[in-house]
T-cell receptor, first 109, second 112 residues
Framework: DTAVSQTPKYLVTQMGNDKSIKCEQNLGHDTMYWYKQDSKKFLKIMFSYNNKELIINETVPNRFSPKSPDKAHLNLHINSLELGDSAVYFC????????FGPGTRLTVT | SQQGEEDPQALSIQEGENATMNCSYKTSINNLQWYRQNSGRGLVHLILIRSNEREKHSGRLRVTLDTSKKSSSLLITASRAADTASYFCATDGAGGYNKLIFGAGTRLAVHP
């Protein structure tokens, strides 16, 4: 009965690789988000989609590309990974308050 | 830049004591929300207070909002060891789309 799920939970990869993180919500929410939490626990919004349409696009490198095939899914693809991309990435969905997934810990070596 | 700033950054108390965390923000808001994050987990929504509300309760949680001072406080009464977590305030600004700006968080440790 997981509300917001993300895969994988852990991702270790080398610089220069391309990777994807998947997110799914079964709450019937219209809006989904991607956040990045750095090592100091700062949580910053990256993207938001409402009904498959991009509505928030913060200052994020072009190497990050979200894709929403339907309103229950919001995937995050990252090209040419860099050391600074290492962080925990959280997906969330909302109608009013936001429901967060468990996070994906990305480590770039 | 961060919208919300919490203080203290870290708080250590004994079980049974009350814990108060404060949050300040900079711009106009529609609402302010508090979230809890246990170590290695996602954030869990605790309470939402709208800009026209001054106080809200939920169980052992009490949130106040002072829009004139652009500040909010979260009080956890009769704390338990299970309350040990990081607590974040997040503001939902007037720009719409439920775009939350999070503060840096307060790390609360409740000792048995």
């Amino acid at each position: 009965d997981t509300a917001v799920s993300q895969t994988p939970k852990y991702l270790v990869t080398q610089m220069g690789n391309d990777k994807s993180i998947k997110c799914e919500q079964n709450l019937g929410h219209d809006t989904m988000y991607w956040y990045k939490q750095d090592s100091k626990k700062f949580l910053k919004i990256m993207f938001s989609y409402n009904n498959k349409e991009l509505i928030i696009n913060e200052t994020v490198p072009n190497r990050f590309s979200p894709k929403s095939p339907d309103k229950a899914h919001l995937n995050l693809h990252i090209n040419s990974l860099e050391l600074g991309d290492s962080a925990v990435y959280f997906c969330a969905s909302s109608q009013y308050e936001q429901y967060f997934g468990p996070g994906t810990r990305l480590t770039v070596t | 830049s961060q919208q919300g700033e919490e203080d203290p950054q870290a708080l250590s108390i004994q079980e049974g004591e009350n814990a108060t965390m404060n949050c300040s923000y900079k711009t106009s808001i529609n609402n302010l929300q508090w979230y809890r994050q246990n170590s290695g987990r996602g954030l869990v929504h605790l309470i939402l207070i709208r800009s026209n509300e001054r106080e809200k309760h939920s169980g052992r949680l009490r949130v106040t909002l002072d829009t004139s001072k652009k500040s909010s406080s979260l009080l956890i009464t009769a704390s338990r060891a299970a309350d040990t977590a990081s607590y974040f305030c997040a503001t939902d600004g007037a720009g719409g789309y439920n775009k939350l700006i999070f503060g840096a968080g307060t790390r609360l440790a409740v000792h048995p």
